[in-house]
Nanobody, 124 residues
Framework: QVQLVESGGGLVQAGGSLRLACVASGRPFSNYGMGWFRQAPGKEREFVAAINTSGRRTNYADSVKGRFTISRDNAKNTVYLQMNTLKPEDTAVYFC?????????????????WGQGTQVTVSS
């Protein structure tokens, strides 16, 4: 089993940037595809981005393409989400998740391991 801890959330003005990090422990990080999801108040959790074990393949939700970048550093057991040109509608709790099948899938069911989340708030 892998344990995940997110960090880097906070309050930022619209148009600003944040970088989220998720550190993994417990099992070899390089064995897992990784994803970022988010959940806004009163809404369902939704897919944001995913990256495969090598970092060579990525997948993004249409709503964040061109603004967000997912990356990973297997030596540091860390996956990142660089978020630029933030909008108020990006406000949510952001979760990282691990996929042992390395699918870079956008389905929550693909990811059995989840972090506790980090709050991102974008003011207008």
């Amino acid at each position: 089993q892998v344990q995940l801890v997110e960090s880097g959330g906070g309050l930022v003005q619209a148009g600003g940037s944040l970088r989220l990090a998720c550190v993994a422990s417990g099992r070899p990080f390089s064995n897992y595809g990784m994803g970022w999801f988010r959940q806004a108040p009163g809404k369902e959790r939704e897919f944001v981005a995913a990256i495969n074990t090598s970092g060579r393949r990525t997948n993004y939700a249409d709503s964040v393409k061109g603004r967000f970048t997912i990356s990973r550093d297997n030596a540091k057991n860390t996956v990142y989400l660089q978020m630029n040109t933030l909008k108020p509608e990006d406000t949510a709790v952001y979760f990282c998740a691990a996929d042992p099948l390395n699918t870079i899938n956008n389905s929550l069911k693909t990811y059995p391991y989840w972090g506790q989340g980090t709050q991102v708030t974008v003011s207008s």
